[in-house]
């Protein structure tokens, strides 16, 4: 019902600033929660920062004060803008979509960003 699309990954120098974008098609977008995930080589995937269909929003301790997840629905997009970045956060980074009636999620194919000089 979703397909999900993301872009902007890179590579970029410690303390250097990337926006990754999410593009959202299907139905119903609206009332989906969504997420950013990670995973590192040899490493579990991790929620990043999740933001609710209301707004509200969470992020894990490694990355508070540097990432920050939006959403636009009038566009179906959602992106991350990540700041401050460091070498920790080279990881292949995952949008997610969440219907919270069903708990039915979606994921898209990845970008990779490499913080690294």
């Known amino acids: 019902q979703v397909e999900l699309v993301e872009s902007g990954g890179e590579l970029v120098q410690p303390g250097g600033s990337l926006r990754l974008s999410c593009a959202a098609s299907?139905?119903?977008?609206?009332?989906?929660?969504v997420g950013w995930y990670r995973q590192a080589p040899g490493k579990q995937r991790e929620l990043v920062a999740a933001?609710?269909?209301?707004?509200?929003?969470n992020s894990a301790d490694s990355v508070k004060g540097r990432f920050t997840i939006s959403r636009d629905n009038a566009k179906n997009m959602v992106y991350l803008q990540m700041n401050s970045l460091k070498p920790e956060d080279t990881a292949v980074y995952y949008c997610?979509?969440?219907?919270?009636?069903?708990?039915?999620?979606?994921w898209g194919q990845g970008t990779q960003v490499t913080v690294s000089s």
């Open positions: 933001m609710t269909s209301g707004g509200s929003t």
């Open positions: 299907g139905s119903l977008f609206s009332i989906y929660s």
């Open positions: 997610n979509a969440k219907n919270p009636r069903t708990g039915r999620g979606y």
